[in-house]
């Protein structure tokens, strides 16, 4: 199987012009990285009650690729008011497809392997059934269901427990767990609830993998193995060094959303076409861990523990 770096030099040296919407969060940021000359959309260009500007914008980019990474991520927040997911997550997928469809570009939207909701207790394959249980899933669902009825050339990616990013940017589950360990002699992990730690940088080199190839439709992409959250805590506790038990939660962590206890998958698609170049997860949370062990936060982290 080749390597991340090989395939990402004949890649970067062969890839098309892009478009990456959303790109200032966690997963957009990561294919801006990767590809420094892509034309970057945010929220100004993407409001949904100014459909023509949207779709001047993929336009007037000229863009093969259009990657979705404009995503409402708040699960709980959704449960309460329900708007701003359906438009970012359902209603905005359908417009950018319909744009990509004019364009003749192909889209890339990101959904969540949350939406297949809480019916089985293995890792859920593509061919299994959406039943989501959130508000927030519903609307991942509704937006996967828009893309398709746009008409466009797309892939469908289902990914889940992304982390990576900058130390302290939002949603770095990993960073954020470090933090909470420094300086402590315990901590509490979830042990009922289990999914695939996946780290971004994964899914970016592994997403271009899949555009390059051809392939078009739905996959799922996620780190190999699952794991509670018990143990991702305990590995990343264990891959930063820290002198920090972490022990099953002494109730469960209450929540607005009834959030499925799994939300595991596996890359059934990917695997048939021999793409598959998904790392374990505890190896991607090791070589995560080991990058900000080098950076300046962690030094900060450590000099005020």
């Known amino acids: 199987m080749p390597s991340w770096q090989s395939f990402r030099g004949h890649l970067f040296n062969a890839m098309p012009d892009v478009l990456i919407a959303g790109g200032s969060g966690m997963l957009g940021s990561g294919f801006a990285s990767r590809h420094p000359g892509a034309v970057l959309i945010g929220r100004p260009e993407l409001d ?3 459909v023509g500007v949207i ?9 093969r690729w259009v990657i979705n990474c404009a995503a409402h991520t708040d699960v709980d927040g959704a449960e ?12 905005l997928p359908g417009i950018m497809g319909t744009a990509c469809r004019k364009a003749g ?3 890339v939207h990101f959904s969540s392997t949350g939406a297949y909701g809480d019916w089985k207790a293995d ?3 593509e061919d299994d059934p959406l039943r989501p249980t959130t508000m927030h899933h519903r609307s991942k669902a509704a937006g996967e269901v828009a893309v398709r009825e746009s008409g466009c050339d797309h892939l469908i990616v289902r990914t889940g427990w992304l982390f990576g990013g900058r130390p302290g940017q939002p949603k770095n589950f990993v960073w954020k767990r470090i933090v909470e360990a420094v300086g402590q002699s315990r901590i509490e992990g979830d042990p009922g609830q289990r999914g695939n730690p996946t780290a971004v940088s994964d899914v970016v080199m592994q997403t271009l993998a899949v555009l390059e190839s051809g392939y078009r439709g739905t996959v799922n992409l996620v780190s190999q193995g699952s794991a ?3 143990d991702y805590v305990r590995r990343i506790v264990c891959s930063a060094g820290l002198q920090c038990a972490v022990s099953p939660a002494d109730k469960p962590f209450i929540r607005a959303a009834r959030v499925s206890p799994n939300e595991a998958a596996v890359n059934r698609r990917l695997q048939l076409l021999e793409l598959d170049r998904m790392p374990a997860w505890e190896d ?10 080098q950076s300046p936060e962690w030094s900060q982290l450590r000099m005020h523990a």
């Open 55 to 63: 779709h001047a914008a993929v336009a007037n980019s000229n863009a």
């Open 80 to 91: 309460k008011d329900s708007d701003d997911a359906w438009r970012v997550n359902a209603v």
């Open 48 to 50: 949904i009650g100014r």
């Open 284 to 293: 991607a949370v090791d070589r995560y861990v080991a990058e900000l062990r």
């Open 123 to 125: 890792a859920y394959a």
């Open 105 to 107: 570009a192909t889209l």
């Open 228 to 230: 509670t959250r018990l």
